[in-house]
């Protein structure tokens, strides 16, 4: 079982780029979620799917946020522009039907 | 809606001691009450969880913790703390059985004496 895989680990980028972070859910399971951790906020969700239809996204800060999940294997969350405010961890996690979730390792987003 | 509150940003307790890190819930229907644990640099990793079954629940690394209805409690208990378990540690709530994200904790950094 190789877990969810999230890439790239670390990204830096400067303000005003776009960026593109990208997940891998455990195969099999149906439901994806992206999550953002920080030292104030703590673990947000932002977005989450079931059977590749977005939920609920009333967590997206803005709307320089978007993210897709063009089949059941990947997802990607994408920030256009992105700003410093942005940097923070973001994990994704999946499950199966009600089962918890599984989370990948994050990917911790500095904006400069 | 649901929502989560852990007492203690921070707990502290010698090594060999009893650890406890308390969790309240607020849920306007039965809820599933998880424990996550996070390393640093990695992702969650679930330690535990309730799903309205037995109200003493047994997880991984020697934790359990017990759901009180009446307390809208669901605390997290190890009897003898490992240098190991420190870490920072996260209950979560999800609103029954459906398919819905988890709602955190702001969580609860677990540091161990020697």
């Known amino acids: 079982d190789a877990g969810v895989i999230q890439s790239p680990r670390h990204e830096v980028t400067e303000m005003g780029q776009e960026v593109t972070l990208r997940c891998k859910p455990i195969s099999g399971h149906n439901s994806l979620f992206w999550y953002r951790q920080t030292m104030m906020r703590g673990l947000e969700l932002l977005i989450y799917f079931n059977n590749n239809v977005p939920i609920d996204d009333s967590g997206m800060p803005e709307d320089r946020f978007s993210a897709k999940m063009p089949n059941a294997s990947f997802s990607t969350l994408k920030i256009q522009p992105s700003e410093p405010r942005d940097s923070a961890v973001y994990f994704c996690?999946?499950?199966?039907?009600?089962?918890?979730?599984?989370f990948g390792n994050g990917t911790r987003l500095t904006v400069t | 809606a649901q929502s989560v509150t852990q007492l203690g940003s921070h707990v502290s307790v010698s090594e060999g001691a009893l650890v406890l890190l308390r969790c309240n819930y607020s849920?306007?229907?039965?809820?599933?009450l998880f424990w996550y644990v996070q390393y640093p640099n990695q992702g969650l990793q679930l330690l535990l969880k309730y799903t309205s079954a037995a109200t003493l629940v047994k997880g991984i690394n020697g934790f359990e913790a017990e759901f009180k209805k009446s307390e809208t409690s669901f605390h997290l208990t190890k009897p003898s703390a490992h240098m190991s378990d420190a870490a920072e540690y996260f209950c979560a709530v999800r609103a029954g059985g459906g398919a819905d994200g988890l709602t955190f904790g702001k969580g609860t950094h677990l540091i161990i004496q020697p």
């Open positions: 849920s306007s229907v039965p809820p599933y």
């Open positions: 996690a999946s499950s199966l039907q009600n089962s918890p979730l599984h």
